[in-house]
Every structure is written in structure tokens, then in C-alpha cells.
């Protein structure tokens, strides 16, 4: 019993010294539970923090790399749920009827799914709140020695102390930075955290976002379909000081008929079918943000109405004489190359101006290394609950198709892929009381790198070519770089989307806009 009192003291004085180290938060809490799996020669290791109704991974050891995307609801997670409701620790042995959450996702050689056979865990609370919970598991059975029960609340403490100094740390570079940012704390609302990823490029745009949504400057949020523009400005909003809701509007959505209205505003008698006074989307956003999406798709008339609202802060409904005044703040975005588009005349080269006063580039999903992986668990945890599955994972080769696939839509595509996948593996038998995995053949992906195009203009034989606007040859190479797209893939747009890079739906609207549709 010495040695156990020795050898447990020289544990814990290794605990306190990375305590006492400079370290990042994330790695001063991932240097602790590596140290815990080691010393209790356990499988896995997880500290998760309590958002809402929801437990998010904050640092494990020993489960797939994909486990940190995840959102573990505590609704669907009767174990979880159960160690937050007591205050002491909490042990659920092998034959215990409640599924655990970590079935099929610790690591092992062979990439078996295996269930947990042996797990403890217990409530993390920091400056008196529930923060969230520390758990260990393992696969062999009775691997927890009851004594462990006895220690685990000393171990939770070190975990909550390394919490508590990740926290003040936090405030001070806040302090230094001397920027209003709204801290998260438990309770709040879960939008910040739906950006999931820790890639650099990531991890550095958030920082840049974080300090430009202290500003009311407009914001142009640039970036390839699928990529999350939509997140990225409510974060924004939500780390501003405007209190009121986000506004949001899809500019391609809009009818050009009824796209000053619903910007603006109108009148009883304005047009046919006006029947009372409306309040438009920038007077109902007065005091918040408004987020204009798809930008590029507003006409060019409208476009002149905007520009007067960013110069002069007035609004002027359909049929009223008078003008309004409003503060609001406005982001933008859009998958087009404005730029372009003012030299081809479809966007006003001021409002261009006006709006890229702080331009930010979202990175495409095959930029983000591992990212990709965080968003599969995301989406594996999602559809697991919706399908009502016991266990959802991806096998180790399904995890490297993952990250080889060049994504052209995105984060949205990779949704859709791995809903597709789950569905696909249930209608082929598998059973949701099993521990489900995804395969590379269920992902359908092409790994393969896309066939190059390539595209000659020549003049006709004896004819001297004809002098071109850039635009009209760029239109004339789209043209013909879709129909060979089209042929080779026996009129497949699916398939041609694949081989131009694009995703389906930009391909129909760039079709539709060069005449081909």
C-alpha cells in the first residue's frame, strides 16, 4: 500500500508540473489525459465539455482522430447523461445494458470496430458550474481496479484547475488584445462551435474574424461553394456588439420583381397585390447585421439602392418619398469573382468598393488537412443519432479516401457523402444494433485525379482570327471545356461536374448563364 501511495504521488507531482508549464490550453490538457491513459494502462481517455444539451471533446487519447469533430447530445447518450447527473464518480461494467459512446472508435492495430467492455467516469465542474466530464474506458473487462473510484475525484481536480488556467489565460490575451469579445461560457449558444476544425488555416482565420467583428466595417466573405459562409457570419455577429438577431438573405432567392421590396421596404398602393406598409430586411436588421448572401446574383438596380444604404446609411421603400435612416451592419458573400464581374459589367465597380473594404478568403476543404476527418465525425455523430445506430464509424482506408478526395463541394459535399453512406450501409444489411462501418466502396468517392481538359481556340483555316474581349474567349472556353465534359461522360452532369472540379450545382448555373441550358 506505500508503493501505491508513492508511486501515486509521483504521478500526480508530474500532473502539476505540466500544470505549472507555459503551455496553450488545448495542450496542457491533452499532455494530462495522455498521462492518465498511460498510467492507468487504459484504451481511452477523454475530457469533454458540457455546450447546452450537447458534450464536446476538448482532448482524448486513445480514440480515432475523427472523435474530436464529434457532439455527443446527452439525449442520445444515456451513459453520459448519467455520469453528469451525480457528482461522484461513476463505473459501468461489461454487462451493463447501456450502449457506450466510444463503441468502434478506440484505436486499435487491426482497426476492429470493438465495443467497450470497462468504463468510469465523472463530473468536471469549474468556479462552481458544471463544466463537463472526464472519462476512461477500456476493452478488456474489469480493467478499473475499485480503488481507481477512490482517486478519480484527485484526477478530476487536476483537469478542472488546467481548465481554470487555460480560462484566465484566455482572459488576459483578451485583456492585452482590449477587443469585446463575447466569451463562450457553459450555456451558451452552440453556433460558434459548429465551425469544427483545428487545421492551422482555420485556427488563424477565426483569430482574424474574432478581431474584425469588434468593428462595424462591411465584411466580404469569399470562398467556393460548400465551405461555410453562412457560419462564418454568424460568428461574426455573434462576437460583435450588436444584440439583435442576424438577418439573413439570400440574394440568388430573390425574384428581381420583388427584390427591392424585400430589401427595402414598401408602401401600401407601391405595386399590384401591395395591400399594406411593409418593413423591408435592412429596417427590420436597424441596430444588428444584416448578411447578404450570394451577392453576386443582385441585380444591378438593386445594387444601386445598396450602394446608397452602405454611403449613406438611408433607405427608401418602393413607393414612399421620404428616406429612412438605419445602422446596420453588413456582410456579404459570395463564390464569385467580383472582381470579374465589374469588369463584365454585372457588378458595380463602387459597391465592389464599398464591400471589400475587409475581404476574407475561407480556405476550400482540401486546404484544411485533418479538418476533413473532424467534419466526417461531425456528420457520423449526426447521422448516427438520426438513424438511430447504435455505433457509426469510418474503417481506416474509408478515413484515408477521406482525406485524399479533393472536395469541390466542400463541407456540404462531405455532409451529404457520409449521410448517403449510412443510408447505403443500412438498405445493405447492416443492422442499427451493430457497430457500423463505412467502407470506401459505401463513400463512392474518385480519389483518382480528374482528366485534363484542354482547350485550343485556333482561327478557322485561311480566316484571320477575330479580336476577342478576355471575357468572350474565357465564355467561348467554358463553353466548349462543359460540352467535352458532357461527352465524355455520356451527357452524365453529375459525372462532368466531377471532371471539371465544380460542384453540380454552380455547373448548372454556369451553363445556364453561357446559353447551353
Not at 224 to 237: S, Y
Request: aromatic letters at 4%.
Amino acid at each position: 500500500m506505500t508503493l501505491l501511495v508513492v508511486l501515486f504521488t509521483m504521478f500526480e507531482a508530474n500532473l502539476l508540473k505540466n500544470l505549472s508549464q507555459a503551455l496553450p490550453g488545448p495542450e496542457r490538457l491533452q499532455r494530462l489525459v495522455s498521462a492518465m491513459r498511460k498510467h492507468f494502462h487504459c484504451d481511452a481517455v477523454a475530457v469533454l465539455r458540457l455546450q447546452d444539451e450537447e458534450l464536446v471533446p476538448e482532448a482524448v487519447d486513445g480514440l480515432v482522430h475523427e472523435a474530436l469533430g464529434r457532439r455527443f447530445q446527452l439525449h442520445a447518450h444515456p451513459r453520459l447523461a448519467a455520469i453528469l447527473e451525480r457528482s461522484e464518480p461513476l463505473r459501468f461494467q461489461s454487462n451493463c445494458e447501456l450502449p457506450d459512446p466510444y463503441d468502434g472508435l478506440l484505436q486499435v492495430h487491426a482497426g476492429e470496430p470493438l465495443p467497450v467492455h470497462d468504463c468510469v467516469g465523472v463530473s468536471l465542474y469549474v468556479e462552481g458550474r458544471q463544466w463537463g466530464a472526464l472519462t476512461m474506458d477500456a476493452l478488456g473487462v474489469d480493467a478499473f481496479a475499485p480503488v481507481l473510484l477512490k482517486q478519480l475525484p484527485q484526477y478530476a481536480m487536476l483537469v478542472e484547475a488546467a481548465v481554470r488556467m487555460g480560462r484566465l489565460e484566455d482572459e488576459a490575451q483578451s485583456l492585452r488584445q482590449s477587443r469585446s469579445t463575447v466569451l463562450a461560457q457553459p450555456g451558451d449558444s452552440p453556433l460558434d462551435q459548429e465551425i469544427v476544425g483545428q487545421s492551422a488555416g482555420i485556427l488563424s482565420l477565426l483569430q482574424e474574424i474574432d478581431v474584425v467583428s469588434s468593428s462595424d466595417l462591411p465584411v466580404l466573405l469569399l470562398g467556393e461553394t460548400g465551405v461555410g459562409k453562412e457560419l462564418f457570419a454568424r460568428r461574426i455577429h455573434r462576437h460583435s456588439s450588436r444584440a439583435k438577431p442576424l438577418v439573413q438573405v439570400n440574394c440568388a432567392a430573390l425574384p428581381e420583381t420583388l427584390a427591392e421590396s424585400e430589401l427595402f421596404g414598401h408602401v401600401r398602393g407601391a405595386f399590384s397585390g401591395a395591400s399594406t406598409d411593409r418593413a423591408g430586411r435592412f429596417e427590420v436588421a436597424d441596430g444588428g447585421t444584416i448578411f447578404l448572401d450570394e451577392i453576386g446574383e443582385l441585380p444591378l438596380t438593386i445594387q444601386a439602392k445598396l450602394l446608397r444604404t452602405l454611403q449613406n446609411g438611408e433607405i427608401q421603400r418602393l413607393g414612399e418619398d421620404r428616406p429612412r435612416r438605419v445602422n446596420v451592419r453588413v456582410i456579404v458573400a459570395t463564390n464569385r469573382d467580383l472582381h470579374q464581374g465589374v469588369k463584365d459589367g454585372v457588378f458595380r465597380a463602387d459597391l465592389y468598393h464599398r464591400l471589400s473594404v475587409y475581404p476574407i478568403h475561407i480556405p476550400p476543404l482540401r486546404e484544411r488537412g485533418n479538418d476533413a476527418l473532424l467534419l466526417a465525425g461531425r456528420f457520423l455523430e449526426l447521422n448516427r443519432v438520426r438513424l438511430g445506430i447504435r455505433s457509426l464509424r469510418l474503417s481506416p482506408d474509408a478515413e484515408q479516401e477521406v482525406l485524399r478526395y479533393q472536395w469541390p463541394g466542400n463541407v456540404r459535399e462531405l455532409e451529404h457523402v457520409i449521410s448517403r453512406a449510412a443510408i447505403k450501409a443500412l438498405s445493405r444489411g447492416a443492422r442499427a444494433s451493430d457497430i457500423v462501418t463505412l467502407v470506401p466502396d459505401l463513400l463512392d468517392l474518385d480519389s483518382r485525379p480528374a482528366p485534363v481538359l484542354s482547350v485550343a481556340l485556333p482561327a478557322a483555316p485561311g480566316v484571320e482570327a477575330v479580336p476577342m474581349r478576355l471575357s468572350e474567349g474565357v465564355a467561348q472556353c467554358q463553353r466548349q471545356m462543359i460540352q467535352q465534359a458532357l461527352a465524355a461522360s455520356a451527357d452524365n452532369w453529375a459525372e462532368a461536374a466531377r471532371c471539371l472540379a465544380l460542384d453540380p450545382s454552380n455547373l448548372h448555373k454556369l451553363a445556364r448563364r453561357l446559353g447551353l441550358k
